[in-house]
């Protein structure tokens, strides 16, 4: 696995080990190049029986149901369900919101952790893995390749990302959705500090492309207590102007505008049917990657 | 607003105190790096309106409490919403009180009256105010006299009700003597009255002056006026008009005027009138309409056992002013009508022989001796009861004996020599003669009382009829009782010695009417032998007041025989009663003009004042609420309020803090 046997500071073998006992499914079927262990939109020749379709001129006379011709005097083929490899791209949110943290970790040292994990689970079960690093932009990207030694990229690109700049997420999504050619999964690691009117846009246009949106919302635990006593003043990490405030005059609405902003994203997700997981850098993040592979294992079959 | 500590008061700026803090606290701000803006951006957006009001309103409800806590403990002190006065403890009061009859005045319940009011206040007052000494004033004479508490203004005998009429300008001005002979420091003066108008006197001229002399006072004083200006509701006023003894064959009966007043025009009622002579009460039913109503000439027969001298009271109803409800009278034989004239001009003697010598009533005599102006030493003066003077003032030896004669209780009419001399009696002393052509009528006189005052039966003398052709000029300090035009005194009496009276012109043909139209010059004369006659007499009739107790204080002790008992000894003359002084009645009762009396307004009493630190407290008889009393409890209260507020305007903030934490679930998926 590891060629090179670098450490990874964001990689734990042992959580590792014991996430590789769940599969990482998608909930959507893929179009995959290869063979795999997804499902895949077109009719394919693995055991898994899907329908009977009436003989045309030129099928295969090899998938002719004989037994089905001897009850009914009618010709029919047989088909059967096609499993083919995903392609799962990462979106990394490196703006400089993910480089805060109240405790021992940051966020984007927690996203780390997670796309570091899925990148390996995936190449594991030879899926394509790529990554992109986005802030302002589009900062950094590796195109999805099924080969252990793309995936040792993905792994330099994670180790190198730094967190700066402001956050345009949401332009960054629609330009994923236009360029990503074929279905994928596509997870999200990011704290999604944007508009959640712009984020729920851009999700939608990635389900319009038939991809499978996952994200995982990154908060930190003093982003939600907000329990400051002092007059503070608070430096936009992202590059903006800082903001003087006494936290015990504001806290009441600061708690209020939390409240509504994860309201808001609750119902934008189930919308546009992303698979939204809320983590907080104060909790495993092994926990968070476990019910994300869980919930799909537990969807599979869907086609 | 007054405070017993006001040196607390310099810890006042401590009530920036919480605005410091807040300052010091913004400056202690920390900085982080902060990635969730968008909340707090939106926070801060909100918090515009509603937070800077509550944090300003917080702020100003901690200044607030710490206010209240520093003028809690300065011992505020609360004299009504009308007298607002500033000043701490001060180092002595000095306590005016009008004791006048209508002080005696009660709340309609009839429990307290206007004086024990105002004392009961000033009492409570000055324990609250606690000054190192209380002064209290009831008599101008003996001045402010040192009690030795608060508590005496109730218990004293002489600060109770008198029947005299209160001299408020007097008594400023014996405080204010007593504030600049002991050096007082700071004095508070406090005038218990009901700025009744013949109490103020606000015609006097002396206000003038005692204003101008508080005013240079180096200490500083202030003036609190506790008033009670109400009028008596539903009072009513009985007065004896006159009481004159009549022998018919072997009986004797008495002939008695009697008044009864109020301020108002009340509806028709009927009240009986007592008459209490010795053991024997009569009762005679008096309708009174109008403001007035007289009861004359009523006739009450006296026992023949009974001896010529005696006293009576006649009394109507109890109602809210009690100290006008009963009247003394004393009656005797009367003394002879006795006149001594003194005259130059032969025709003007021949005139005042004549009108002297006429008595009113028909079976009367009347005697009249005429002097040489030489032959005073002569003339037995101890019977007369009138001296009617035309010729040059007197001086030496004859000044002497014209002097006892008016202060035995002599009256005297002078009129001008056809040549003055700069002679003073009396601090009075002719002028030049003026001659007026035509001849002149007097323009106003007084009707009210004096020798020129009107007929009982409210007719006014014919003045106006007279004719003037001369008269003299009066100098000096005299009070006119009519005026020629232009002011010019026509008669007028000596403000120095009581019943010496001067008129500018005289009976003569060339002089004026004074002989054709006799009435005015007869009223005039008789009227004065009916004074010299009163006082001569052993049974004579006094208003309460200075010249009642000058009486006193002359002759024999007084002993009460009739009337309200209490009251000091020392008062003798200002109480009303019948007393005994050797062999002679007196009767004395409420000046005349305590019937009618108005309150002067509040604007006029600001007047009086203007220029001092003055402040009216205006109250009503049977108030029961204090006038000053301590009200540190209501900024304790104001205290807590503000805290209680200062806290609910801060609670709100934790709940909502908890409520944002317990909302967000970490661990679970939304979708």
């Known amino acids: 696995m590891f060629t090179d046997r670098q450490p990874r500071s964001f990689l734990e073998p042992q959580v590792l080990a014991r996430l590789s006992a769940v599969p990482l499914l998608a909930r959507r079927p893929m179009v995959g190049s290869v063979s795999g262990r997804h499902a895949s939109p077109h009719r394919g020749s693995s055991v898994e029986f899907a329908e009977y379709r009436k003989y045309v001129p030129g099928d295969d006379l090899r998938r002719l149901d004989w037994r089905a011709f001897g009850r009914s005097d009618r010709h029919y083929v047989k088909e059967y369900e096609a499993d083919t490899n995903l392609r799962l791209c990462l979106v990394l949110d490196t703006s400089g919101s993910m480089n805060f943290g109240s405790g021992e970790v940051t966020k984007i040292d927690v996203a780390r952790r997670i796309s570091g994990a899925l990148s390996y689970l995936a190449s594991q079960q030879g899926d394509a893995v790529g990554i992109s ?13 099924r080969s252990p030694a793309h995936l040792r990229l993905v792994f330099d690109v994670l180790d190198e990302v730094k967190p700066a700049g402001p956050t345009r997420l949401p332009e ?17 690691v990011s704290d999604l500090f944007s508009d959640p009117a712009a984020l729920a846009s851009a999700f939608s246009h990635l389900r319009f492309r038939r991809h499978d949106v996952a994200a995982f919302h990154l908060l930190d635990p003093q982003e939600i207590a907000f329990d400051f006593q002092r007059p503070t003043r608070f430096l936009d990490m992202e590059g903006g102007a800082a903001i003087f405030a006494d936290p015990i005059d504001i806290a009441e609405r600061y708690h209020r505008a939390v409240e509504a902003y994860l309201a808001d994203m609750k119902r934008i997700v189930l919308e546009s049917a992303v698979d939204y997981h809320r983590v907080t850098t104060a909790e495993p993040y092994e926990q968070a990657v476990a019910r994300f592979l869980v919930g799909r294992a537990a969807g599979r079959g869907l086609r | ?9 310099a810890a006042l700026p401590l009530v920036a105190l919480p605005l410091i803090i807040h300052l ?3 400056r202690r701000f920390q900085t982080i790096p902060w990635a969730a803006m968008m909340f707090l951006l939106s926070a801060r957006a909100l918090s515009r309106g509603y937070s800077r009001l509550r944090h300003w309103l917080i702020m100003a409800l901690r200044m607030l409490a710490v206010a209240a806590v520093i003028l809690a403990v300065g011992r505020p002190l609360s004299r009504g919403w009308l007298a607002l006065a500033g000043g701490g403890r001060p180092d002595s009061a000095i306590v005016l009180l009008d004791r006048s009859p209508s002080m005696q005045a009660r709340d309609p319940d009839g429990r307290e009256s206007k004086l024990d009011t105002g004392r009961r206040q000033l009492v409570e007052s000055l324990e609250t105010l606690g000054p190192g000494r209380v002064m209290l004033t009831t008599d101008a004479v003996r001045g402010p006299v040192e009690v030795p508490g608060a508590a005496a203004v109730t218990e004293l005998a002489t600060a109770g009700p008198v029947a005299a009429a209160a001299d408020i300008p007097a008594l400023l001005q014996s405080a204010y003597e007593y504030i600049r002979e002991n050096g007082a420091g700071t004095t508070e003066i406090w005038i218990c009255s009901d700025q009744r108008a013949n109490d103020w006197r606000p015609d006097d001229g002396a206000w003038g002056g005692i204003r101008d002399a508080f005013a240079k006072l180096p200490q500083q004083v202030r003036i609190q006026l506790v008033s009670f200006p109400a009028p008596a509701a539903g009072n009513f006023a009985v007065r004896v008009g006159g009481v004159r003894l009549e022998t018919v064959g072997r009986d004797r009966q008495l002939v008695v005027t009697v008044s009864v007043s109020r301020l108002d025009e009340g509806p028709r009622v009927t009240l009986p009138l007592t008459f209490e002579i010795g053991a024997a009460t009569t009762v005679v039913n008096l309708e009174v309409s109008g403001r007035e109503a007289v009861l004359r000439n009523h006739v009450i027969p006296l026992e023949r056992a009974a001896g010529p001298r005696g006293f009576g009271t006649v009394s109507i109803p109890a109602d809210s002013d009690p100290a006008d409800n009963e009247f ?12 001594l004239v003194v005259a130059d001009d032969p025709a003007v003697r021949r005139v005042l022989e004549l009108v002297a010598g006429i008595a009113p009533e028909k079976e009367a005599s009347a005697t009249v001796d005429v002097l040489a102006a030489g032959g005073l030493a002569t003339a037995a003066w101890d019977d007369a009861a009138v001296l009617l003077w035309q010729a040059a003032l007197p001086e030496g030896p004859d000044a002497d004996a014209v002097r006892a004669f008016v202060e035995r209780g002599g009256q005297v009419v002078f009129f001008p020599p056809d040549a003055p001399t700069p002679a003073a009696f009396a601090g009075v002393s002719w002028g030049q003669w003026t001659g007026h052509a035509p001849a002149v009528a007097p323009e106003s006189w007084r009707t009210d009382q004096d020798l020129l005052a009107n007929t009982l039966a409210s007719g006014a003398l014919p003045l106006g009829e007279l004719e003037v052709r001369r008269s003299c000029g009066i100098a000096g300090d005299a009070v006119p009782l009519a005026s020629l035009p232009g002011a010019v005194p026509l008669v007028a009496r000596s403000s120095e010695i009581e019943g010496v009276t001067f008129c500018a012109t005289t009976p003569a043909a060339r002089d004026s009417s004074l002989a054709d139209e006799g009435i005015v010059l007869y009223a005039l004369v008789q009227r004065a032998i009916d004074r010299g006659r009163t006082v001569l007499g052993s049974a004579r009739q006094l208003d309460a007041g200075p010249a009642a107790v000058a009486v006193a204080a002359s002759g024999p002790a007084w002993t009460r025989l009739a009337g309200p008992v209490g009251g000091a000894s020392t008062e003798a003359g200002l109480h009303a009663g019948v007393f005994q002084t050797g062999d002679r009645l007196i009767a004395v009762n409420r000046p005349a003009a305590e019937d009618g009396a108005v309150a002067i307004g509040d604007d006029r009493t600001d007047a009086l004042f203007r220029g001092l630190a003055f402040s009216r407290i205006t109250g009503r008889a049977g108030d029961s609420d204090s006038i000053v009393q301590e009200i540190w409890r209501a900024f304790l209260i104001a205290m807590l309020l503000a805290l209680v507020g200062e806290g609910l305007l801060s609670l709100p903030r934790k709940p909502a803090q908890n409520a944002g934490v317990a909302g967000f679930r970490p661990a679970g998926a939304a979708a």
């Open chain 1, 133 to 145: 690093c986005v802030a302002d932009g589009i900062v950094r990207t590796l195109p999805p390749r």
């Open chain 1, 172 to 188: 960054v999504l629609h330009e994923f959705a236009e360029t990503i050619r074929q279905r994928a999964v596509v997870v999200i």
């Open chain 2, 1 to 9: 607003m007054t405070f017993l500590q006001p040196w607390v008061l």
């Open chain 2, 24 to 26: 010091i606290n913004q």
């Open chain 2, 328 to 339: 003394f009278f004393a009656y005797d034989e009367p003394a002879p009508r006795r006149s």
